[in-house]
């Protein structure tokens, strides 16, 4: 009886080893259409992918994430624009953190950043520390622009590189 035990399990090892016959995929195990999601990033930021204030490049055309049977869930990441937040909502679902192309540096959308006696907040960073404190801009500049500021107790100006509007950068300790 053994030769015969044998020669059955034989054919049952050869059938848990070949690989399972393809079969197309039932709407639950599909996958999500990567140029859907592009289409509504593009749709939510109103700038299609690769142009500033849209997604910085599409979605990468081998994600394999499962397809949700309600609509995607889209959102600024953080409260920010420069990160748009995708969500399946259904149970189990995914989220995909989609970057935003944002303006090159230094370059001036609307004008200055900041403008001669405006109130602006001077960050002192070294390795280790940072601290804030109040100042006046005593000239105006756009993003990553260098400008004379002072302190509010300071009367000797310093220069600071600006940062974004109402904050300017002082680093210390960097060549």
């Given amino acids: ?10 054919p ?9 016959p393809a079969r197309a995929a ?7 259409d990567p140029a859907r999601i ?22 990468d055309r081998r994600l394999r994430l499962a397809a949700c049977a309600n609509p995607l869930s889209l959102g600024w990441y953080a409260g920010r624009r420069d990160t748009v937040l995708v969500q399946c909502p259904d149970a189990g679902g995914w989220r ?14 609307e004008g200055p950043a900041v403008l ?32 004379r500021v002072r302190t509010a107790a300071n009367v000797q100006p310093m220069r600071a590189r600006i940062v974004r509007p109402g904050l300017v950068s002082v680093a210390v300790g960097e060549e």
């Fill in 1 to 10: 009886m053994k030769p015969v035990a044998a020669a059955l399990l034989v």
């Fill in 12 to 20: 049952v090892a050869v059938l848990l080893m070949a690989p399972a």
């Fill in 26 to 32: 039932s709407p639950g195990a599909a996958f999500a």
């Fill in 38 to 59: 592009d289409g509504e990033v593009a749709r939510f930021t109103g700038m299609p992918p690769g142009t500033t204030g849209g997604a910085a490049q599409p979605a």
């Fill in 96 to 109: 995909l953190f989609v970057p935003v192309l944002q303006p090159a540096a230094g370059a001036a959308a």
């Fill in 116 to 147: 001669r006696g405006e109130a602006v907040t001077i960050a002192v960073a070294g390795p280790g520390f940072s601290v804030t404190q109040p100042g006046e801009a005593l000239e105006a500049g756009a993003v990553g622009a260098w400008i």
